[in-house]
């Protein structure tokens, strides 16, 4: 069974930095694909990022720019760093993880993911 272990996060001033890390654990070999998603008080959850495990990359627009999503193979590691950073970043921010390699609209869909994270609050003053 794939568990996912998320660290990193915190608080930052606006204009500020932030890394997200997800370790994953107890897969087999075979291609899947990793996205961060994330979910403020009240709102649905979001697609942020995903990487494909031959490091595609996909980014909401939002984010686009600021935030780059990168993968250490060896490490079963994706991170997520989260570079100027808005008071609208504020959320709970999940990774997870789907089975295969997904393509445009696929990677930002969240009922396609199997396997998600505990869940990180990132917050941003300003």
């Known amino acids: 069974q794939v568990q996912l272990v998320q660290s990193g996060g915190g608080l930052v001033q606006a204009g500020g930095s932030l890394r997200l890390s997800c370790e994953t654990s107890g897969r087999t070999d075979r291609p899947y694909s990793t996205g961060w998603f994330r979910q403020a008080p009240g709102k649905t959850r979001d697609f942020v990022a995903a990487?494909?495990?031959?490091?595609?990359?996909y980014y909401a627009d939002s984010v686009k720019g600021r935030f780059t999503i990168s993968r250490e193979n060896a490490r079963n590691t994706v991170t997520l760093q989260m570079n100027s950073l808005k008071p609208e970043d504020t959320a709970l921010y999940y990774c997870?993880?789907?089975?295969?390699?997904?393509?445009?609209?696929?990677?930002?869909?969240?009922?396609?993911?199997?396997?998600w994270g505990q869940g990180t609050q990132v917050s941003v003053s300003s």
């Open positions: 990487i494909t495990r031959n490091a595609n990359t």
């Open positions: 997870a993880e789907m089975v295969g390699y997904c393509a445009g609209p696929g990677c930002r869909d969240r009922r396609l993911y199997n396997s």
